[in-house]
């Protein structure tokens, strides 16, 4: 009996050894798998053509194994991440767009209004082939920042192949200082403003918040056309802030990581600076993240009406932890998800007007009707008022010609003089 005892026990502790599941067992395949890495860094640094850096090739390790991850996670070097923390708070230099990697290859998401890549004609979906002559194939997000971005002034060369196109183009881009400008305003009627949220950086909710108070100061505001189009994202509290201005409770998003407990909710809640008045949401291809955030949002609540076409669909969320020498990794943790509880990440947000965007055609001047005010050297009128009825007069025609080049803008605001107030927010 003792024998037999003695037989069991030794079988049963030998299956333990044995199993896969246990900690003994991963603890020597998470060894097997470090002795390998150690034997090809050793024969690299014996054998291969060129002397290396072994500080180099564990960088490259490093951001070699992030990159399998997904297109999001990355290593951050000490000057990117520099770099970086300018491009949240402060002004960089760069030619001001926004880029990601889809189906690996290098991708603009959407330039920045007003900066040398949307002067340069750059829209989103083009597709970047090279970066001053050299292949962007099996570039990781970091490396094409950093080869976009330099010193204001200093030109960098990009072959692009627009959207639709058969054959690439060359363009060269001036570098400028990219100033942080969040949100652009303009009364396209009389009661009616028209908000641009450029992208979600630290100041975002504030200016809109500002935006908006300056002309209820002055008017009463009856609508308000939100345009989140070609909008790249940006920070998740700024999402959640701007959504909460147009909500008075509910659910704005909640993420979801690999744990169960990991899941966190963001609810709004009522304030003074509560925006109540019709609102029209605009969406494109360039919508992402952030502003997927708050489209979701603002449509699961039933609180705007989306007009334009599906969504870029990044539904993952992104934190960054620094390392000890100062550098970082960026490192996807989480997915969000909207207050119905659908997860965007590869879908995008359809609108509930699916409005493709259409050219403007070409304006017919033959019937131009020539007034005292277009001769040269027209007498100037006394009024002493003059000047402010110019600058009235001059934001007007502004605000026409953004109609007659925007048929989703048109649309938009045609529907929202149609939507109901919000009479009073819940408690």
């Known amino acids: 009996m003792r024998l037999t005892h003695i037989l069991g026990t030794l079988f049963l502790l030998t299956l333990f050894y044995l199993t896969p599941g246990s900690s003994l067992a991963r603890d020597t395949n998470d060894y097997e ?89 750059l829209k989103a979906g083009d597709l970047i082939l090279e970066i001053d002559g050299e292949s962007t194939q099996g570039i990781t997000l970091s490396e094409a920042v950093n080869k976009i971005r330099g010193p204001k002034g200093e030109p960098v060369e990009l072959t692009i192949l627009h959207k639709g196109a058969q054959k690439p183009v060359k363009i060269k881009i001036i570098r400028a200082t990219i100033p942080i400008h969040a949100i652009k305003s303009k009364e396209l009627e009389t009661g009616y403003l028209y908000l641009r949220i450029i992208d979600f950086k630290a100041n975002t909710t504030k200016e809109l918040k500002k935006a908006v108070n300056k002309y209820r100061a002055n008017k009463k505001l009856k609508g308000i056309i939100l345009d989140l189009r070609n909008n790249p994202g940006g920070l998740l509290d700024q999402a959640i802030s701007v959504s909460d201005l147009f909500l008075s409770d509910g659910l704005i998003v909640y993420t979801q990581g690999r744990k169960k407990e990991s899941r966190k909710e963001y609810f709004a809640h009522k304030q003074k600076d509560d925006i109540t ?8 291809a360039g919508s992402a993240s952030a502003s997927e955030i708050v489209a979701g949002a603002l449509k699961d609540q039933k609180r705007a009406l989306l007009l334009g076409e599906k969504t870029f669909g990044k ?12 550098s970082a990794i960026k490192l996807t943790i989480a997915l969000y998800y909207t207050p119905s509880g659908r997860s965007i990440q590869a879908e995008g947000i359809e609108p509930d007007l699916n409005i493709p965007f259409e050219p403007a055609r070409p304006k017919n001047n033959n019937n131009h009707v020539v007034r005292e005010e277009d001769l040269t050297k027209h007498l100037a009128n006394p009024d002493k008022d003059i000047e402010k009825k110019e600058k009235e007069k001059r934001e007007k025609l502004k605000a026409r010609e953004m109609l007659e080049k925007d048929n989703q803008l048109r649309m938009a605001l045609e529907l929202v003089k149609t939507l109901p107030v919000i009479k009073s927010l819940k408690p």
């Not at 090809?40 to 640094?45: R, Y």
């Not at 008045?277 to 494109?284: G, R, Y």
């Open 277 to 284: 008045c019709p609102l029209v949401v605009l969406i494109n």
């Open 33 to 121: 798998s470090l002795k390998r890495f150690s034997q090809v860094l050793h024969l690299i640094e014996q054998h291969y053509v060129q002397k290396k850096d072994r500080g180099e090739l564990i960088k490259g390790a490093i951001q070699g194994m992030l990159q399998e991850l997904d297109p999001h996670s990355s290593y951050i070097d000490l000057k990117e991440f520099k770099l970086m923390q300018e491009e949240f708070s402060g002004e960089f230099g760069g030619i001001g767009i926004q880029i990601g990697i889809k189906d690996k290859r290098l991708v603009v998401i959407a330039p920045i209004e007003d900066t040398p890549a949307y002067k340069a004609g």
């Open 315 to 326: 539904g993952s969320v992104q934190t960054i932890i620094p390392l000890s020498d100062g």
